[in-house]
């Protein structure tokens, strides 16, 4: 059998016996949707600077100009749509007794495909945070109908997107059983992330340590794929439908 095949078929006989399972993933997964990377080719961190964008000392100095960067993205992918990829891990989910989807992604897509029990580490786009009084509001709309930056309608304060910028630590919350999850799962599918961002990228190797089956998808070699039992090099959206097929 070619090694690729054979992978696939291991990978399909470890997912098979497992009662909790969590998948971690990162922008990759979204690629096929048409919304881009962080790093490598055409990679967001490649044409915009992340520190004049994504950090709260850059929001301090120029609000409008980081919001601009915001309305941009926010439009993109509310044009997208969810890829096979998202969708196989709704059926996933519908499958294993006991499953959680770890994203880093801030763009919504796993949500709209239709998975649950999702933990969202870095924020969500469409949600916006006020400076002033804290408040949360949800499915802010695309494009803002007002004028940049936003304000808060209760208090008048700025308002922010609800995503973590560089320097900033995680919703403690949703890091917390992320961290829980990962230490207690059986399997656990890495896919499409660089494993460059911590602490995201320390969630496979607290799972391995417990004793989890790791399946790596990535058409690219990264620093989690020796830790891997498995590694598919592929693109996710032709991958994980391949990978989830009943026999
Ligand atoms: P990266 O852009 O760092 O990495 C994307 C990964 O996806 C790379 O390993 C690619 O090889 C892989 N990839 C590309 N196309 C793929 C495909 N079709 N299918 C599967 N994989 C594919 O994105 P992340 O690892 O998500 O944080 O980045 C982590 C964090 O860094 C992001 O959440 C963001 C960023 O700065 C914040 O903004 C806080």
Not at 67 to 80: G, M, Q, T
Not at 148 to 160: E, F, K, Q, T
Request: with cysteine; net charge neutral; glycine share 8%.
């Amino acid at each position: 059998m070619e090694r690729n095949l054979e992978e696939l078929e291991r990978a399909k006989i470890a997912l098979r016996e497992k009662a909790r399972v969590v998948v971690l993933t990162g922008a990759g997964v979204s690629k096929e949707s048409g919304v881009p990377t962080f790093r490598g080719t055409n990679g967001l961190w490649k044409e915009f600077r992340a520190q004049e964008l994504a950090t709260p000392e850059a929001f301090k100095r120029n609000p409008t100009l980081v919001w601009d960067f915001y309305e941009f993205r926010r439009a993109l992918v509310s044009r997208a749509v969810p890829n096979p990829a998202h969708v196989a891990l709704v059926a996933l989910e519908v499958r294993v007794p006991h499953f959680y989807l770890i994203t880093q992604n801030v763009d919504g897509l796993h949500a709209r495909a239709g998975s649950k029990n999702i933990l969202e580490l870095h924020g969500n786009l469409f949600r916006t945070r006020c400076l002033g009084c804290w408040v949360l509001e949800e499915s802010f709309a695309v494009p803002i109908a007002q004028k940049l930056p936003p304000l808060c309608h209760h208090c008048g304060g700025l308002l922010r997107p609800d995503v973590v910028w560089f320097g900033e630590p995680l919703p403690a919350g949703v890091m917390n059983q992320a961290f829980e999850e990962a230490g207690q799962c059986e399997a656990m599918l890495v896919i499409g992330t660089s494993g460059l961002v911590f602490p995201a990228a320390g969630l496979p190797g607290l799972a391995k340590d417990a004793g989890a089956f790791l399946i790596e998808i990535n058409p690219e070699s990264t620093p989690l794929s020796p830790m891997a039992d498995v590694c598919l090099r592929g693109p996710a959206a032709s991958v994980l439908p391949r990978l989830l097929q009943e026999p």
